[in-house]
């Protein structure tokens, strides 16, 4: 079936670039994008230089689709049920309390998203999930459609994401592979078929891999452990790397130029963050714990482990050196989103680092050329771990200038190109770079 039709249900990082590079690439589709949020939906529809989500190369694409083939909505019945196909791109936190809280997936977007289709199709539906979710979810997500509705036929796909923020649109032009699974049924054959004729507009063939819907559920989870091994492994070495007297620089370059390892994701930093991979990992634990595979999930959580030690090692290294110089417990934080060009925070190590200092009491000064200073309040807040009124311990800045004309400490959290311009004899001596972005390796402190 030629698909004519989209609608998108999620209007956030994922769902909204994803629809623009379809639309985009495929101009005899009209697709329309729906949110439970009427204030995001009004931006996406707004100026320009106010769209919801940053993302380079996103607004250029947005001015080209938008109200020609790409929409943006609040009537989410009517869009579902005016499209053949629905990708569902809600969110998918972790689940708060209830059975697994603290691990699993919370589906509960996911669930109302499935129940809102099933009552508003009137006709035969593919619904693909774009969000991630734990394995056999489709199966969940089916038995919804079909309580809800059993006088139309819907297909289940998963079609997992691997678009990394900061570069969604470059990921979404030249994927390494588009993933789809489906049941390998004759009507679902068919829905997978139409799926890929969408991305056949602009990936090449032998990139498109269709698997069963567990095989796509699970590499999901899968790619991103492996990837997230990866920084807790290199992470892990650079403190052995201080105690031998080893460069980690050196020693990741080495490791890289094997080339059955690979250069890719081999950077030290303050810990990964971002909306993902702690999500996934924490669900690919709960998972192994469900099947009573304890030893696989003690495995995987020890990732996170030493993403957690990673970032109080951060604050040891800052705070012993300002015990030993008898210095004002004050420092400068550069950089607040989970990494360069996004403006998004979640699950940032900054957030995690600067809790640890202000539980000591530290004055927290903070720049960020993006992240708004309304979001870095929300995301401290939600830590609840202050000492005391948290407006009297930290200061926004608006500049690297500024920001450096404090005197403190500087620590370099998020690889900001901005950063690299930072005068480095001028503030050697107090300047942390926990991304190895600058050229220098007499700072005060580098991985
Ligand atoms: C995505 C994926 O979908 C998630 O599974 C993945 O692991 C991380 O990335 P993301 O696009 O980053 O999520 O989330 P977000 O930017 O929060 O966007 C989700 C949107 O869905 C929000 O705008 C929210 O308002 C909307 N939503 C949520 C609905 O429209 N309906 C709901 O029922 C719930
Ligand atoms: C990730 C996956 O890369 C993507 O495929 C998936 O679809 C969603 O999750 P994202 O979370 O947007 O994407 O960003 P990513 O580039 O993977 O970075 C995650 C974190 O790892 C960041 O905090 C980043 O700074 C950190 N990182 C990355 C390192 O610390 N070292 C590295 O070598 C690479």
Same mark, same amino acid.
């Given at each position: ?65 938008r ?11 009517n ?49 693909v ?11 969940? /997500?089916?038995? $919804? #459609?079909?309580? @809800?509705?059993? !006088?139309?036929?819907?297909?289940? =796909?998963?079609?997992?994401?691997? +678009? &990394? ?16 699974g ?18 056949k507009?602009?990936?090449? /063939?032998?990139? $498109? #891999?269709?698997? @069963?819907?567990? !095989?796509?559920?699970?590499?999901? =989870?899968?790619?991103?452990?492996? +990837? &997230? ?11 052995l ?15 890289g130029m ?32 469900h ?80 992240v ?47 950063f ?28």
């Open positions: 079936m030629g698909i004519k039709r989209i609608c998108c249900i999620g209007a956030g990082y994922v769902g909204a670039p994803t629809m623009a590079v379809i639309a985009l690439k495929c101009p005899h589709i009209d697709i329309t994008v729906v949110d439970i949020d009427i204030e995001k939906i009004k931006k996406w529809n707004g100026p320009i230089e106010h769209l919801p989500v940053y993302e380079p190369g996103l607004s250029e694409i947005i001015l080209k689709t109200d020609k083939n790409l929409f943006f909505s609040n009537e989410i019945e869009s579902i049920d005016n499209a053949e196909m629905i990708f569902i791109a809600v969110n998918t936190p972790t689940k708060l309390s209830g059975e697994g809280a603290g691990m699993a997936a919370d589906l509960s977007y996911v669930e109302s998203s499935a129940k809102t289709i099933a009552k508003s199709s009137k006709s035969d539906k593919i619904v999930e774009k969000s991630t979710l734990p394995v056999r979810t489709a199966e969940k /997500i089916k038995e $919804i #459609l079909n309580k @809800n509705n059993n !006088s139309v036929n819907f297909e289940v =796909l998963s079609n997992p994401e691997f +678009l &990394a923020e900061g570069t969604a649109i470059e990921d979404l032009f030249k994927s390494d592979r588009v993933l789809i489906g049941d390998k049924t004759k009507s679902g054959l068919s829905a997978v078929q139409s799926l890929v004729n969408i991305y507009n602009w990936i090449p /063939i032998d990139k $498109i #891999l269709t698997v @069963n819907v567990w !095989s796509a559920e699970l590499s999901k =989870l899968a790619s991103n452990a492996m +990837l &997230a091994q990866r920084i807790s492994s290199i992470n892990s070495l650079s403190a790397c201080k105690k031998t007297d080893a460069d980690i620089e050196e020693v990741s370059k080495a490791i094997d080339k059955r390892i690979g250069t890719e994701f081999l950077k030290v930093s303050p810990g990964f963050g971002g909306s993902c991979f702690k999500k996934d990992i924490l669900n690919l634990v709960y998972l192994c714990q099947y009573d595979l304890n030893e696989i999930a003690d495995y995987w959580k020890g990732v996170l482990t030493i993403n957690d030690f990673q970032r109080s090692r951060i604050f040891n290294i800052v705070n012993t050196f300002i015990k030993k110089y008898n210095l004002k417990k004050e420092i400068s934080i550069l950089g607040w989103a989970f990494k360069k060009n996004t403006d998004d925070s979640r699950e940032s190590s900054s957030i995690y680092v600067a809790s640890h200092f202000l539980k000591e009491g530290y004055i927290i000064n903070i720049y960020d050329p993006k708004k200073n309304d979001q870095i309040k929300k995301d401290l807040v939600m830590l609840k771990h202050t000492s005391k009124d948290l407006n009297q311990q930290i200061n926004f800045f608006n500049s690297l200038e500024l920001i450096t004309n404090t005197k403190s400490p500087l620590l370099i959290m998020t690889e900001w190109d901005e690299k311009s930072l005068n480095t004899n001028k503030h050697k001596l107090r300047i942390f770079d926990f991304r190895n972005i600058l050229n220098n390796s007499k700072l005060t402190y580098r991985f």
